[in-house]
């Protein structure tokens, strides 16, 4: 399973938009890049997935780099709960079965 | 928003007893997967179902650790000799199959005295 990096901390500004980079060099051809979140108190939030190129939702958009080698997650005019630890995952949907395999994440604090 | 189920959320035990916890899946969700956060955050897979069938676990599920996902009943989580180590966050998360996202739960917070 590819490693991911990602920084270990990050703030923004109420209103700001935050770009989450993570970087997963060694990352398969069966991989997928997952996105959770999770604030104190619940469990993970899904956010975004994706395999190649640019994905969007009404949460959040992903873009993947051309060699699949980076990922960025992006989030437009962030609040105040959207302060949390934010999780890249690569994982693959074979004989792995989906299983996520959390690193340290991003811890997003966001000021007003 | 998630709607997986778990009970209790807090759960106490001294060293040595059975610890058991619940997982009710979104419905309609054949896949769960059962991982612990441990206080450092640190996540760790325990074991994962599709129906009632074991995909994958991890040894320390194997030993003390046991579950399941009977048929039109709650998925469980039991820990036969409760130790200190096993204080944790149990997150139970269920997914529609094994190529899509997880959906988590809110925890059981177990502690060990």
């Known amino acids: 399973l590819a490693k991911t990096t990602q920084p270990p901390s990050m703030e923004a500004y109420e209103g700001q938009e935050v770009n989450v980079s993570c970087s997963h060099t060694?990352?398969?051809?069966?991989?997928?890049i997952y996105w959770y979140r999770q604030v104190p108190h619940q469990g993970p939030q899904f956010i975004i997935q994706?395999?190649?190129d640019y994905v969007v939702n009404e949460v959040a958009s992903l873009f993947i780099s051309a060699d699949r080698k980076l990922s960025t997650l992006s989030l437009p005019w962030v609040s105040l709960r959207d302060a949390a630890v934010y999780y890249c995952?690569?994982?693959?949907?074979?004989?792995?079965?989906?299983?996520?395999?959390f690193g340290s994440g991003t811890k997003l604090t966001v000021e007003p | 928003n998630s709607k997986v189920i778990q009970t209790p959320r807090y759960l106490v035990k001294g060293q040595g007893q059975k610890a058991k916890m619940r997982c009710i899946p979104e419905?309609?969700?054949?896949?769960v997967f059962w991982y612990q956060q441990n206080k450092n955050n640190e996540f760790k897979f325990l074991i994962n179902?599709?129906?009632?069938?074991?995909?994958?676990q991890i040894d320390m599920t194997e030993k003390r650790f046991s579950a399941e996902c009977p048929s039109n009943s709650p998925c469980s989580l039991e820990i036969q000799s409760s130790e200190a180590g096993d204080s944790a966050l149990y997150l139970c998360?269920?997914?529609?199959?094994?190529?899509?996202?997880?959906?988590f739960g809110p925890g059981t917070r177990l502690t060990v005295l």
């Open positions: 994706g395999y190649k």
């Open positions: 419905k309609g969700h054949p896949v």
């Open positions: 998360a269920s997914s529609l199959s094994t190529g899509r996202e997880q959906y």
């Open positions: 060694n990352i398969a051809t069966s991989e997928y």
């Open positions: 995952i690569v994982t693959d949907i074979g004989p792995n079965y989906n299983v996520l395999y």
């Open positions: 179902f599709q129906n009632q069938e074991v995909l994958q």
